[in-house]
């Protein structure tokens, strides 16, 4: 495997060590910077201690060739990044006018006063590069030391983001020769276990050409398979990974979704998209997370009408017309109930395919027949509907996570099996 | 400020620092540690290398007393925890019959069939404390070293919890004398910008004792004011937090909202259950988000019927009986149209309180009066309903997380105005 210039990337913090806020920002940065063939070896989180974040910056710049720094550069007293930076590199603030300019316009365009410690945000190191932050007032710096870079970035997701994809790659880009190339290829599978799929794949595995690695990747009901190629050439790279593909499908025919990189909620809509069709939901246990889950998605009204969250009995008989005699029978966690919201929402919400679903997401109400954890989901399309039941965990977002991804597994399913 | 015993989290996986996989672990056990008084410096992510897993363990072993780390104890050859931790304490691995056993009874209770990989599952370091894990096949590991702990746990987010919070802890608290209190105090604030709020508090923040920090977590609309006491007594930190909420609450009066330690959506659920009041949503360009946000905590249909998402014009006005006339004349992001749907779901769903949502999340689909981000929220309630229009970013999923803060917000605030 060749080795080629590395990336650590630091967020700074105390929200993220006392666990108030889940970093996500690194993950976005890593999948970025390898999609651009930066390989991303170390990630640190530290807190807000100015002795701290020195000698994170330090101990990062012995790993690796990039350092990207988050964080710390609000305008409030406990935002020290710069403060670090300057002890680490030997560099004094100075005011930049140019920087205050900026900060003038985005505050006169928000209709917000400035004060003095917006004001503040204009000071920059007097040894770094200052790169404009069009999205935001805190700027960016670039400083180098012994061939290594170090740039320091706002923790505002908008703002990083912004930077990222229009400053510090394009500049990475410029800045380092580039002879690696990194390509993913990931895929879904689903009815194996992860050990009993790592014996089914287990020569396919050893065969594997040193640049290439295969992991493991269980989530909520679903295994993601993924091969990485590390090699000189895009070429190598993928050739491999698609011949390395064409036998994975042969092997895990029937199992396996070779579109895995994409979220399922994504690959729903490109699918319905290209057919012209429309889905529509009608969710109990999910509480409206199927929904969300579609229509996190841009452009997602060209397919989703809409959907009922019929979380309580009542509304299941009057938004959805399940039968109250069978809502009495078999409970609202059975066949007949699942399969008639599923029916009642084609009806209603005027869509191609229905997904319903009724279930125990916990950790309350469980009982010796239906425990916690017992969910139906329900798919219609026309005058069918398939439904199956399913046996998840007694931990409550897990069991909605599980059941968002069974239903929308299940609608692919019924899609592929019905070709318009 | 008192220095205690301190711990270092180390989580383990290629797929965090490719960005495939978002580190939700270290945040929850970064806010348990704190609950129990253990504060966290450091968090470090590497990859599936075992030379990498081992210098990451070695580091940390030189900064905290307590060096907790997740991932890598999968059947599957990517996973190398337990060889690099065998490398860095000189042990090797043994075949633990108990572990076996526990393995054996965990599959036959799920009705698989073990293999040869699974029983690698028993393989454990001979140098280790051994503790059992009940939610899953791979065991927990404990070694000392110059009086420093360090734990190995499984990365599968409920193993790692039922671990964390059965055995880890309670084992923690034995081991280390406890001399530190932490204790953390959160409100919300509403209405200001990160750097007025600063100003407006800044001889507040002058006059704060030695142990406690201030600090400011700008999030969705919302500022999170944190207050953390860091002490030798438990009397001493809460006392000094009370006195200091307190002086908050009187200087930032009809702005602040004290139970800020609390996610806004349980927040709602309380005050309904305490009325003994219930809500449903009505719900177009937040697409199923709120009413999954109130349904993701446990007990929500205490107090949640249910609700809309009328994501096409054609269901606003068949499930909400919004005026066809308005949806043509103002559009529908507009006053009229938030307001029917409000109406509306008041009367389809049978709630004490209806919140609804119309807006644009873009990115596609803004004009020069209605820009992206435009977003009009109502809540409805008995004949009365109010309306605020927002303008937001013109980034997808953060237009939608404001619309669901602020429609919660609006309602909280139609709570309070209204006593029951």
Known sequence: MYKEMTVEIIT???????????????????????????????????????????????????????????????????????????DCFGASLRFSEEVYVHIEKIFSRRNLTMNELTRN?????????????????APCTWFERDGKVFVSMPGVPAEMKWLMTHEVIPRLKKRFRQDLYIKHDTCWVTGYTESALAIELADFEKRLPSFVKLAYLPQAGIIRLRLSAYSRTSEEAETTLAALRKELEQRLHGQINPEGDKDIE???????????????????????????????????????????????????????????????????????????????????????????????AGPGGGTAEKP???????????????????????????????????????????MRDRQP
């Open 266 to 360: 994504v690959l729903v809509g490109e699918r319905l998209r290209a057919r012209g069709q429309t889905v529509g939901t009608a969710e109990s246990c999910t509480g409206g997370a199927i929904a969300a889950a579609l229509t996190s998605v841009a452009g997602s009204s060209d397919y989703y009408v809409g959907g009922v969250v019929s979380y309580s009995n009542a509304l299941k008989h009057k938004l959805l017309n399940v039968s109250e005699t069978d809502l009495e029978r078999y409970g609202a966690v059975s066949r007949p109930v699942v399969e008639q919201m599923a029916r009642g929402a084609l009806r209603v919400l005027g869509c191609d395919y229905a997904v319903a679903t009724s279930g125990l």
């Open 372 to 414: 916690v954890g017992t969910v139906w989901i329900a798919v219609a399309h026309g005058d069918d509907v398939v439904s199956n039941e399913f046996r998840f965990s007694n931990v409550r977002d897990q069991n909605i996570r599980r059941t968002v991804n069974m239903s929308l597994l299940m609608l692919l399913n019924e």
């Open 121 to 137: 945000q204009a000071l920059v190191p007097d040894k770094a590069t200052v790169i404009r932050n069009e999205a935001g007032t």
């Open 12 to 86: 700074i913090g105390d929200e993220l060590l006392i666990g108030q806020v889940v970093d996500t920002n690194s993950a976005w940065m890593g999948s970025l910077l390898n999609d651009n063939g930066f390989e991303v070896v170390h990630k640190t989180v530290t807190g807000d201690k100015a002795e701290n974040i020195v000698s994170a910056v330090n101990a990062a710049g012995c790993r690796a060739d990039v350092i990207l720094i988050t964080g710390g550069l609000g305008p409030t007293s406990d935002d020290l990044t710069l403060h670090a930076l300057c």
